[in-house]
């Protein structure tokens, strides 16, 4: 299947396939901003190499991305330490729920990969130390890479996400313990609650993640920012840890690298293929999106852009 | 890269490269019929579905093929039950080393995915109910995809495995335990245990592979034996639990799906793409035969083969 | 509080406050043999060295000791092994279910105590090292130690355990795979299911428990079967792990050592003081004698024989 | 054995036998102003009803009291509760090393007992819900019981302890996450490890355990602080979890209730009988002084003041 189909009438009809189930599952409501979303907010955008974008439904209303933001923070560590970032973190699925300490026990303060939140509050750390002001870094890269200037953070989602914050901090504080934290716990924890209040639509996000369609150019970027083997890596480790503890089901059903948040976003990318981005508030029992997951296995299944 | 090419300098380059890593990693010798086998054993075989089959080196010399029996029990089950067979095996990553009994407390017997031990038993268990000789219907089904005909067990290793299984005697048990094993515990493990013993070539198991590789049609078989997304499901089993708890770090280094044994061998496909076997005996920490993986990984790396 | 008061009348109104609970509670049922019990049998037996023995309602009806056989195997081994019984089995509580396998992993095979299932293998294990018909030896040592003749296994609870002992199965090819067990593993759970279906009396246990109480003099014979000081062992054993993950509460609300049963049996036995059994079939969550526990802690709580 | 005996020789006999043992084993050193302490150091202390205080070597020098704390603070939370206490904070020997989080997460953050951090982090945040000033009535209160007027915190060990206390960081947090803590967890923390950080003699220890052994009166205190019954529970509490995961070995070496501190001391209480305390700085594998459990051993072995 080629760029040269009109992929827009194929993305209106997925949404109007699972659009009944945005009335199933839960809008996150750990934090009352996240819960006063909208649950009838279906988006989703397509962008392929030689096709441009494609949109449908709410595709152009900024969300929370929350954790779909480990995306761009690993790809900006991976960027400075190269391999030897894994050192810190490791690259397996966890077999575990997203904010699991026992793994972290066992394994003396590694997290087992970047998307878990330990995971991604080590990356955030490595931020912190290469930056001075690491939350501001990580917005520049991310207007950066997807060419919208007026990206930002919503400080009251990233305040709400302090005060509530507790297993985060315990996590923060955890791995400090065992010294897989560099820089002073407020520090790791405030970046990282700012990076996870960015708002973005799934159109800028497909736009971002050109980067990784692209096999390491991004969008208006002159240099390659990662190698293509750097851009395979990411891809699967999207696959593997992406959508928490259902990364295996998300494998079968869909076959496509993706990282969830739970905003009720979904961003999947094929690298030199595609990317795939769906918003749908309503999480189902793991935190993924119940009508974004669905999308993108129709998505998958009618399009063969599957992976497998 | 496609299929006019002649792959076997490529596989004789790679088998070249690798072979110093023979002398690392350990053989298996929890049974003594594992641990005589000769370590400095090497052969890879390639099959391409518009360019036949390539081999180099040990490609033809047969080997114990242990746990990638659990590909083909698989299969079979899966024909056998559809989609009602993950009601009774998972299909997430275990996050833990292959012979695990504390996921199978927590998850109530129902094992995290078919590939390892616990899970695998679950199959064979299936297979128990449907065949009257279970452990001659896993044989005749082998012989046929692969289309060759003198394919057996090894009555020796299945014995030996037999007497020292207190292990896999063990997770049987607490499964039974649980209600999830139909069959008498002795059967299902004496089927198991045979299953493990078959020995089978790199160029035999890359002709039976050519079952996932064509979508579901195999060698000489007039009937698709699974439909192609079936055969993508079992791809991405393959991919995110194939090689015990290293599957993330497969996926990261060399990108296909694969499902390895303590004999040595590890069988990748892509499906409609290729199918990959080789055969080293020594294994890395996780039990993944060690120079068997970087061959995968220089192979993934200089073709392009990878899924990502 | 001493041997010239009559504790009949104390006894009794034990058994009338704690007689609604009877009615509560779950009898075990997970053998047949066990389910057919009458809940409302309650019976209460008391050994005071310079009293003789005190007993209310259905204190002479035998019942299944089940779990109280472990204090008597326990006595047998620790004669025989002295302290490097220890080697082997572990004296801590266990904070975990008691037929619980992920502690056994951790712990490389080695049983937290003698009393959860895992560790009264290991127990039974050094007894069919040690006697050529170890069933036979200690049904010969509680009917020595008890001096009743007649005390017998039940063959028919015996045969039930082993039909649907898939867990004590599990956890014994589990024991043996880390080297734990040196019989086969038929023999040892053989052993234990008759050890378990070991039938007697409140009156009986009490009478059996004075080897405890009299620090290692058993009723009717001449040496001493333990030393004062291992009967201290054998009892902060008692107290410390004696009634499964419960140990802590029972230690502070009733302050006896004491070993129970799913047949519905405790033992409690404070040496150089008093022995006291009691008996109602229907358990609480954790396994232990509801009306049972209840009564101790009165009987405890109204005569201050508790040990703090 | 009774108080008319003199049992100064019987103490100093025990610290020589021990004392070759503190050269071995660690002082704790994870804050520096602990790891300073002099290993050479041995003191013991021995209160009794009917006798007085009997002491050897350095009982008149004060060290950090560390987790011994733990058992003033269950006092005065358990006093301002009652048995409501236990709805926040189980009574069931842990099984897992001091810090762990794992049965934490379990137990949906209910800590098992009040003698592991986690459970002595809600106790003080009971305190702090119940007194403005909490580090100051803690003071206060081991003052009144012991009769010391300079008892008093090392500012710069709990300071110490704060740059330090990941661990203790994230347990608060992770508590706080579950509900289970109501006070800020900096003011928790903050009180926790000013607690910790008071300096006492073996002496003065014995003197505030008299509030146990006389069953609730404390020393020049005319009310009852505690009933008898809640100091037998108390007692029972130090015995099956006051030595962290060696809590069923001490009671089966030495017999004896004790809460045990990382600065190495250890307070052993018997109500109606006794109170024993002993320091030497050396800690074995379990954090447990070294030379002063097997002090408690000999001392309990000679003195038939062992509870079994």
Redesign the interface.
């Known amino acids: 299947m080629d760029g040269s189909i009109n992929f827009t009438p194929i993305l209106e009809q997925v949404l109007d396939e699972v659009r009944p189930l945005t009335l199933q599952g839960k809008v996150a409501n750990y934090i009352p901003e996240l819960g006063h979303v909208d649950r009838n907010k279906l988006g989703i955008a397509l962008y392929l190499p030689d096709g441009g974008t494609y949109t449908a439904g709410d595709a152009h209303e900024r969300f929370s991305i929350q954790s779909i933001s480990k995306v761009f923070t690993l790809i900006m560590a991976y960027r400075k330490l190269g391999d030897s970032l894994w050192q810190r973190v ?7 729920p997203f904010n ?4 972290l ?1 066992t394994d003396q303060g590694i997290p ?2 970047p998307f878990i939140n330990a995971g991604a509050l080590v990356v955030t750390d490595v931020l912190c130390s290469q930056y001075v002001n690491p939350h501001l870094a990580i917005l520049e890269f991310i207007r950066q890479i997807s060419g919208v200037e007026d990206i930002n953070f919503n400080p009251r989602v990233a305040r709400s996400e302090a005060q509530h914050g ?2 985060n ?6 791995i ?2 065992f010294g897989n934290l560099k820089s002073p ?1 407020e520090n790791v924890l405030e970046t990282y609650f700012r990076q996870c209040s960015i708002e973005m639509s799934c159109a800028e996000l497909v736009s971002a993640a050109q980067l990784l369609v692209h096999y390491g150019t991004a969008l208006g970027v002159s240099e390659a920012l990662l190698t293509p ?1 750097e ?3 990411v ?3 999207m ?3 992406g959508t928490y ?5 998300f ?3 869909i ?1 496509l ?1 993706a990282k969830s948040g739970v905003g009720g976003g979904i961003l999947a990318v ?2 030199g293929r595609m990317a795939l981005c769906v918003w749908s508030p309503a999480l189902d029992a793991h935190g993924n999106s119940l009508a974004g997951s669905r999308a993108l296995e129709l998505f998958s ?1 009618r399009t063969g852009f ?3």
Chains 1, 2, 3, 4 share one sequence.
């Open positions: 490791g690259r397996e699925p966890s077999g575990n699991s300490l026992i793994q026990e087992r990969n507790f297993r901090a315990a996590m923060a504080n955890f400090k313990s716990v083997s851009v395979r890596r891809a699967s480790i696959l593997t840890c503890d259902a990364a295996g089901d494998a079968f059903r076959g690298p094929v690298p299944g599957s992976i497998f």
